[in-house]
């Protein structure tokens, strides 16, 4: 006697009878029908997915603010006075301090201007080196010294007469020395020639030494040799000093510089001072010279 199977609806089956075998038909909700086989795969690409988009990471994340605080140059101006007669002349005693721990070329810079009349005519600055620019018919701008002078590291100081030699070996290791002869080869490329190879700025001797620290300091006209053309360091000495606090006086005197105002003028001379960095936007395109601006 044959005995017949329950009928049991397709939606609870958890069978088929077809090849595959068992559990290899599931109903999802919306009548679609995946094998099982299908979902292991999709779990496997899904889970291959995942990791790509998590990029592992085997340390913790550091994170550094640094901050600049203050100026490389600290400039002090004394010397001006409230009031003048026409004619008169006073002494600027304008002084720049080096900040940073490198050194630091650095020009002076002074903008005149008179709202109440013409300026250009009515004063005369007198100093080493520097130049002169006509900004409109009441400003002027004064540059007051060449390329530099080249102020030493915070901290450091050496009077005139020092040799390059005794430079050197206080110095001479420091690495700021290769960027320092970078940036003259950047703002002045004629200039940084004439220190390597032929030119008219520097002697065979200052070319062909090894010391960098002589070629920038001839680079900036602050050395010069006692005994003829020799590279020995020990003649080589310092015009001025090359220390952290240098007077600005376009040469090397460190008394300051002296400005004359002429017999016609009136109204009021308004001044404002800054230090800069020669290779600034602000650097005239006419050359320097040497005597009353």
Request: proline share 7%; glycine share 10%; net charge negative.
């Amino acid at each position: 006697m044959r005995v017949r199977a329950p009928f049991i609806p397709v939606s609870s089956r958890s069978t088929d009878a077809r090849p595959g075998g068992a559990r290899e038909v599931y109903e999802m909700k919306h009548g679609m029908k995946w094998g099982l086989r299908a979902m292991i795969l999709v779990v496997v690409v899904l889970a291959v997915g995942a990791v790509g988009i998590l990029t592992p990471i085997v340390s913790n994340t550091v994170e550094k603010d640094v901050r600049v605080d203050g100026y490389a140059i600290t400039l002090t101006v004394d010397g001006m006075p409230t009031t003048v007669a026409p004619g008169d002349t006073f002494r600027v005693v304008a002084t720049m301090a080096n900040n940073a721990n490198r050194p630091i070329p650095a020009v002076l810079r002074m903008e005149v201007r008179n709202p109440n009349s013409t300026t250009p005519g009515e004063l005369t600055v007198y100093t080493g080196c520097g130049a002169e620019e006509v900004v409109s018919s009441r400003t002027l701008l004064y540059y007051i010294g060449w390329h530099g002078p080249l102020l030493a590291p915070k901290g450091s100081t050496f009077a005139a007469g020092t040799s390059v030699a005794a430079l050197e070996t206080a110095l001479g290791s420091a690495e700021y020395w290769e960027m320092t002869l970078h940036e003259i080869e950047e703002r002045d490329p004629a200039g940084y020639a004439s220190l390597i190879s032929p030119g008219t700025n520097a002697s065979a001797a200052v070319r062909t030494s090894p010391s960098v620290v002589l070629k920038v300091l001839n680079y900036y006209g602050m050395v010069r040799a006692m005994a003829g053309s020799s590279g020995n360091l020990l003649y080589w000495v310092l015009t001025m000093p090359f220390a952290d606090t240098i007077v600005a006086s376009g040469d090397g005197s460190q008394d300051g510089f002296l400005i004359e105002i002429h017999t016609q003028s009136r109204g009021t001379f308004e001044f404002k001072f800054w230090a800069e960095r020669p290779d600034g936007l602000g650097v005239p395109n006419h050359p320097y010279t040497c005597g009353p601006l």
